[in-house]
């Protein structure tokens, strides 16, 4: 059997895996995986041709189950979810600037003014085991005075530590709040619901009868309220 010309050969090469890629093609929408059955928690399978829905098919042969017919209209799902990350990114962009800025200036400079107190601290704990040494005080006037300064010194330190631990969370909430707002402002200006919004915002959305929705948020700080 006469193999084709090389060219040939590899046109048709190219052929089938265009044809391969085109079958492992996978819709794409923006709540897949999302949704699931806020009775049954099984979840919601999208079905339709041109108008889709999400039904709960798990209870379809269970007249009695509360989620038995349950089912919502793709379109209508997704813009009652756009309409609530809407209200909650407008939420959102009309809270006052903390400014995480300032306090954290504050608070460093707070912590630079107590470090600088545990050195000098931490020099008269030298200098007067020196003075010890050289026989200058005795014993019991250098644990006395010994324990004085180490007294100050555990204040001193604990302070510190507190304001380290409340500059790190300043740090981390001016992180977290500069995420929201940033979320926030792309839910307004891209004016619809798409994967990548939701994959950011939201872990699942429960579908209940009566097209009541719960949302479990991927981000907590974005949900400023029920709406």
């Given at each position: 059997m006469t193999s084709p010309p090389s060219g040939q050969a590899s046109q048709v090469q190219?052929?089938?895996r265009h044809?391969?890629?085109?079958?492992?093609?996978?819709?794409?929408?923006p709540l897949k995986g999302k949704v699931f059955c806020g009775c049954c928690f099984h979840g919601l399978q999208r079905i339709g041709k041109k108008g889709y829905r999400f039904a709960c098919t798990h209870?379809?042969?269970?007249?009695?189950?509360p989620c038995h017919g349950l089912a919502i209209s793709e379109q209508d799902l997704e813009n009652l979810l756009l309409k609530i990350l809407s209200k909650q990114a407008q939420a959102i962009l009309n809270l006052p600037d903390l400014s995480h800025t300032r306090r954290l200036d504050v608070e460093i400079a707070k912590q630079t003014e107590y470090g600088g107190q545990i050195e000098e601290y931490l020099d008269q704990k030298r200098l007067?085991?020196?003075?010890?040494?050289?026989?200058?005080?005795?014993?019991?006037?250098?644990?006395s005075?010994?324990?004085?300064?180490?007294?100050?010194?555990?204040?001193?330190?604990?302070?510190?530590?507190?304001?380290?631990?409340?500059t790190?969370?300043?740090?981390?909430d001016a992180k977290t709040q500069s995420a929201r707002t940033k979320l926030a402002q792309e839910v307004v200006e891209t004016g619809k619901l798409t994967a990548e919004l939701v994959d950011s915002l939201i872990?699942?959305?429960?579908?209940?009868?009566?097209?009541?929705?719960?949302?479990?948020?991927?981000?907590?700080?974005?949900?400023?309220?029920?709406f």
């Open positions: 190219a052929a089938i044809v391969k890629s085109e079958k492992k093609k996978v819709a794409q929408y209870s379809q042969v269970n007249e009695s189950a007067l085991y020196e003075r010890f040494l050289l026989k200058q005080i005795s014993l019991e006037d250098y644990t005075q010994k324990a004085t300064v180490d007294r100050e010194l555990e204040r001193l330190r604990e302070l510190h530590t507190a304001l380290k631990v409340r790190s969370q300043i740090q981390i872990d699942k959305v429960y579908i209940y009868p009566g097209n009541r929705v719960e949302i479990l948020w991927n981000m907590q700080d974005f949900c400023l309220g029920e």
